[in-house]
């Protein structure tokens, strides 16, 4: 027979347990206490509290977000009792809710006593950021960021600490909301009080070029923004303020007006050093060659900086000897450093103006050492504009052809120019030269002689001629003088006769050959002004002078009878 022996257990031994028993009888549900880390496998973290069982918890709520998580068998924690004893006999615990009541606390008393908290943005949200404070999630919202500049990427804010006001709480919905911009604020506030105490018109301040514009900069004077204006950047003018400052730069100012009621301040940078006009005629003279840098230009003029000081301008007359020059970018380039002549110092306008056309001998004085008047040459067509042509003479100098000068067949000429084109080669005759008022003119037309003068020359006014009748109208005969010429003459119906019984058109047919004589020029319509009239009144003369005279007492009728008999 077998027989069980058994062990007493002393008093201290049974007092030793029942302590151990009761020794976290103090957890109790709904509340925070401290517990072993038993365990950790497959991502669950096992605790016990001193209960009947041990609770698990997801390994997640041991990290903090953006961060890994850093734990060890053994460790004591603090965790959440959400349970005792639950249906399946467990102890149900949360790491997370202990985390947040506490931190919570502690968030309140910083919201309640407006003091600042430290978070660590780690993640970027629509509107904002998400930011952990100790364990609770909070909003911060874009617009809190920061005061004094606007932050493009806040992807380098992430999981950097933060100081931060809270703005709101709502515990029930589990609602924080967080500034930056508040702690800004309040040091703009006291850094821009201390500033104002020190401001006055003349001072001179280190601040950071915070904004650029076309019409000037902003600085931040450390809680106190001030404008320079683009004309107190530098004494020379410039085109924008950012081809001299850079965002975000130190730069010094000197306060120029300080308005205190308004606290707005109108700043200087080229007041920190002496205005080089007062010397400049210590600098620069009159007829002096000096190098100088094309920083702009327009339609009219180019601009330049002289000395890297002074402001100079070249005016389109003025850079090249050419009548019509073209626009400054086919004589120049922005940047170029070219020498040119100082024409005056203008005080008034703070400009120096100059010439670059000067530097170079007058083309037009040496015009006549090349050319003569009559020369003929050939040349290009630089441009054709609606009366004429212009053609390249030299270098600087071109010359007009007048559309009428195009051809001695006027009617030829529209049809002439509209044929031409920029650039064509073209022969010309010099028709006057006049370099004192830097003209020339050239002709086409006059290669060949006028064909109407030859034919004049051939036969002079008052030579009787003799024509092919080709238009017939009530004002008179169109007549053809000669063919290959194109030479044409005019009997107005008033000189078809002597008679003017027979001042008739219908007694002339077309083709038919008359006789005529030249009375004068048509130059306009470059035709010959012919009479039959003055012809038949001349051939009478002459038969009265040869065949009678005026006491014979005989008729004309009776000469002439006679004279065609003979």
């Keep these: 027979m077998n027989q069980t022996t058994i062990n007493k257990i002393s008093n201290s031994e049974y ?10 009888s103090s957890a109790k549900e709904k509340s925070i206490s401290i517990g072993k880390i038993i365990s950790i496998e497959n991502d669950i973290v096992t605790i016990d509290v001193g209960l009947k069982s041990e609770g698990r918890v997801p390994l997640s709520e041991f990290s903090r977000p953006g961060q890994k998580f850093e734990i060890n068998v053994g460790d004591e924690t603090e965790v959440f009792i959400e349970n005792v004893d639950s249906a399946n006999g467990e102890t149900i615990l949360s790491r997370e809710k202990a985390v947040k009541q ?17 978070g660590i943005p780690f993640n970027r949200v629509k509107g904002g950021m998400s930011v952990d404070l100790d364990g609770v999630v909070a909003f911060l919202p874009g617009s809190q960021i920061e005061t ?7 992807k380098e804010l992430l999981n950097k600490p933060l100081e931060l006001m809270i703005l709101k709480m709502d515990k029930y919905r589990g609602n924080i909301v967080v500034s930056r911009k508040a702690i800004t604020e309040n040091e703009l506030k006291e850094q821009r009080t201390e500033l104002l105490k020190n401001i006055k018109e003349g001072s001179i301040i280190e601040g950071k070029v915070k904004n650029i ?18 004309t107190d950047i530098a004494w020379t003018k410039i ?19 300080f308005d205190e009621e308004l ?22 003279k009159v007829n002096e060659r000096i190098i100088s840098k094309i920083v702009s230009m327009n339609d009219n003029n180019v601009h330049i900086i002289i000395n890297d000081q002074f402001d100079g301008i070249i005016n389109l007359n003025e850079l090249s000897w050419l009548k019509k020059p073209p626009h400054p970018s086919k004589i120049v380039n922005v940047g170029d450093e070219v020498e040119v002549l100082i024409l005056e110092i203008d005080d008034d306008k703070k400009r120096i103006n100059c010439s670059l056309k000067q530097m170079k001998e007058n083309p037009w004085h040496k015009l006549k050492d090349t050319f003569a008047i009559n020369d003929t040459f050939e040349t290009e067509i630089v441009n054709v504009v609606d009366f004429g042509i212009f053609v390249k003479v030299l270098d600087e100098i071109d010359g007009m052809v007048h559309i009428s000068d195009l051809s001695w067949d006027e009617k030829e000429c529209e049809t002439i120019i509209k044929g031409l084109k920029k650039g064509e080669k073209v022969k010309v005759k010099i028709l006057d030269i006049n370099a004192d ?6 002709g086409i037309k006059h290669l060949n002689n006028d064909p109407v003068q030859e034919y004049i020359e051939a ?20 007549v053809e003088l000669d063919k290959e010429k194109q030479i044409f003459g005019f009997v107005k119906k008033s000189n078809l006769s002597n008679d003017k019984n027979e001042n008739r058109t219908e007694r002339f047919a077309l083709d038919e050959n008359i006789d005529s004589i030249i009375t004068s020029i048509d130059s306009k319509n470059r035709t010959l002004n012919l009479s039959i009239k003055e012809l038949e009144i001349r051939d009478e003369k002459e038969a009265l002078s040869k065949y009678g005279s005026s006491t014979s007492g005989a008729s004309l009728g009776d000469i002439l009878g006679s004279v065609l008999k003979k």
């Design 15 to 24: 007092d030793t347990l029942i302590s151990n028993t009761l020794k976290n």
């Design 102 to 118: 506490k931190a919570w606390q502690n968030l309140q008393t910083s919201f309640n006593e407006n003091k600042v908290v430290t």
């Design 148 to 154: 004094r500049q606007i932050i493009k990427d806040t």
């Design 213 to 230: 514009t076309d019409y000037g900069a902003f600085i931040d004077l450390g809680g106190i923004d001030g404008l320079v204006h683009v």
């Design 239 to 257: 085109n924008n303020p950012s081809d001299i400052l850079e965002l975000n730069s130190t730069v010094q100012v000197k306060v120029l007006k």
């Design 263 to 284: 606290a707005r301040l109108s700043l200087g940078i080229k007041q920190l050093t002496d205005n080089p006009w007062d010397k400049v005629n210590d600098n620069i």
């Design 437 to 442: 008022k830097e003209r020339i003119s050239l």
């Design 459 to 478: 036969n002079p006014m008052n030579t009787k001629v003799t024509g092919k009748i080709i238009n017939i109208d009530e004002k008179g005969l169109k």
